[in-house]
């Protein structure tokens, strides 16, 4: 028996001593509880008080439950339609779900039995019952908080976090040693850089130094080539000033020959006229143009019409002017061509005579176009009609064959459509429903089917047909199915996968056979060849033949600077780009350019 001595504070009287005894409690030795029954279990136990649900308190609430009230049921059996389409989706779903736990690692994939535990709590959630209110009832000496206060809490010494806490503190080191060394190896490379950028500065003044020089000996080039072209710009100006004067001298010489030329032409003008004018007989002994006709001259057949002798002599069109030097070899030509022109008229009363004569002929002339007017009319209005006769079937016909035309282009137009169509539809969709993979195992699988559960195909029934009979004698398999109980259904189901079990089994046994015949035919092939004799020397290994390097291009030699001269001032040469040797250089003593 112990006890406990309890001292009151200074607010409680004194006046006795309490003291508190224990007495040692009895263990009462728990009953056993008998199992529930399954009855028990299924409707529960009455006048049991309301435990609390093992999903409390697991941080599982409204937002996160899984409702499986709201999914669909695993247990229902599809519709007669839907079943093959459900058996391939079920193989597809757990084939993904077998693929999708292999990739995870050995110690988390889920057993058959683990795996329906996953959100057991998910699943199985209920919500707490709201309380109201609630009634308490508090006993507690007012003096126990001030009994145990300032007690340290001891703490049991736990082996496990004393080997973490070393761990950790030796992890802490080792990282604290990479960083060290990773400080250290940043130290080194920066010094390593500062090396680098020291040597590059260096390089870098030794270029400027170069650069500088380089440009002041191109100023002083450049000063020297200018000083040389304002002594030629200077003489150039002199040759300009010469040249300013003979062109005013030969300005004034040719608007003098422009103007003997002109004169000229009218004076050959007006003597053709007047030989035109002159009685024959005159003309045939004095007159130039006629008397050229009997001779063998080109140039003087060319000048006896009055076509070219008017058009050699008439002012050119307007922008087009004869050169100098063609109007001078022109007067030459007349001059060395002809002789002293004579005139056969002596006096102006003479050409006046000559003019009433040829009024008098035109006035003859016009009585008589009078007289041929009224005809002339009738002809013309006649060609009129004839002309717009033959212009409006012209018309008709250019527009027939326009219509034809057009006709016969849409027609090749829509032929050419029509033919790639045809051979788009038949290479492509037609070619891809009927010769793909999946249309001709479709067939097969239908066919197979109609052969083995309605009859033979005789009659080439198409797969649509078949599968059509299909439906229809499933159905009626089906209906017969639901008169039957189910005990006999689902037997006959196995039977029927243990038969296509067997069925895969023979299958594949008899593909390994036929590998393994085919294997051994092919080894007692082998067997049965006759022997191979070599008739040919064998051939020995030979090294190879040493090669020959060739000896690299001398370096080009250097530029003169006569040649850079020649570059610079007289060609298209750039420094950058282009090869000297095209610019008729030598570059090496073997060049020939």
């Known amino acids: ?59 599982i609430n409204e937002s996160n439950k899984r409702n499986i009230h709201a999914e669909a049921l695993p247990f229902s059996y599809p519709k007669d339609l839907e079943e093959f389409s459900y058996r391939l989706m079920s193989k597809t779903w757990r084939v993904n779900r077998i693929k999708k736990e292999n990739e995870c690692k050995y110690n988390e994939r889920q057993s058959q039995r683990t795996r329906q535990t996953l959100d057991l709590l998910n699943r199985l959630y209920v919500e707490d019952p709201e309380v109201k209110s609630m009634k308490t009832i508090v006993e507690v000496d007012p003096q126990f908080f001030t009994l145990i206060e300032g007690r340290p809490v001891p703490k049991k010494f736990n082996r496990w976090d004393y080997i973490d806490d070393v761990r950790n503190v030796l992890r802490t080191k080792i990282a604290i040693g990479y960083r060290e060394d990773d400080i250290m190896l940043i130290d080194e490379n920066f010094n390593t850089e500062k090396k680098v ?76 006229f007047l030989y035109l004018v002159s009685p024959m007989d005159w003309r045939k002994q004095y007159d130039f143009y006629l008397v050229s006709e009997s001779s063998n001259d080109s140039l003087l057949k060319s000048l006896k019409s009055d076509d070219s002798v008017f058009g050699r002599f008439k002012l050119s069109p307007v922008g087009d002017v004869q050169s100098l030097s063609n109007l001078i070899e022109q007067f030459n030509e ?50 009129k009609f004839i002309e717009e006769s033959f ?11 326009d219509k034809l035309e057009q006709e016969i282009k849409w027609e090749e137009d829509r032929a050419k459509y029509l033919e790639e169509l045809a051979l788009e539809l038949i290479n492509g969709d037609f070619k891809e429903l009927i010769s793909n993979d ?38 009626k398999y089906l209906l017969q199915l639901d008169r039957l109980p189910d005990e006999l259904v689902y037997k006959a189901e196995m039977a ?41 020397r064998s051939l020995k290994w030979r090294s190879p033949p040493v090669e020959v390097k060739e000896k690299p291009p001398p370096p080009p030699k250097p530029l003169t600077e006569e040649e850079m001269d020649h570059l610079e001032l007289f060609s298209d040469f750039c420094f950058h780009t282009d090869d000297p040797s095209e610019f008729g250089i030598r570059l090496h003593k073997n060049d020939t350019n």
Request: overall charge positive; aromatic content about 10%.
């Open 496 to 536: 029927c996968y243990r038969e296509e079990e067997k069925t895969m089994f023979l299958a594949e046994d008899a593909a390994r056979k036929v590998i393994q015949v085919e294997r051994l035919m092919k080894h007692l092939t082998r067997l049965l060849e006759p022997p191979r004799y070599r008739t040919t």
């Open 197 to 272: 950028i020291a040597e590059i500065t260096r390089e870098f003044q030794k270029y400027v130094n170069t650069f500088e020089e380089f440009l002041f000996n191109d100023h002083s080039a450049s000063m020297a080539l200018l000083k040389e072209s304002e002594r030629i710009e200077s003489k150039v100006a002199e040759r300009y000033e010469v040249l300013q004067k003979l062109s005013k001298e030969f300005g004034s010489m040719k608007s003098i020959v422009y103007n003997l030329e002109e004169k000229w032409r009218n004076c050959k003008m007006y003597q053709k």
């Open 438 to 475: 999946e249309a001709i195992n479709l067939y097969v699988f239908v066919e197979d089917v109609y052969e083995s559960r309605i009859g033979l195909n005789d009659s080439n029934l198409t797969v649509k047909d078949m599968m059509r009979v299909i439906e229809t004698g499933y159905r």
């Open 1 to 59: 028996m112990s006890s406990i001595n309890v001292e009151h504070g200074d607010r409680v009287e004194r006046k006795k001593k309490v003291t508190f005894t224990r007495q040692p409690v009895q263990k009462i030795k728990e009953p056993k509880l008998k199992p529930p029954s399954a009855l028990e279990r299924a409707l529960g136990r009455p006048n049991k008080p309301k435990d609390h649900y093992f999903t409390a308190g697991v941080k």
């Open 391 to 401: 212009n409006s079937q012209v018309a008709w016909l250019h527009e027939i064959v």
């Open 334 to 383: 007349d001059v060395r061509m002809q002789k002293e022109p004579q005139l056969y008229f002596t006096e102006p009363n003479q050409l006046l005579k000559v003019f009433a004569f040829i009024e008098l002929q035109n006035l003859n002339t016009l009585l008589h176009s009078e007289e041929l007017a009224v005809p002339l009319e009738q002809v013309k209005e006649a060609m």
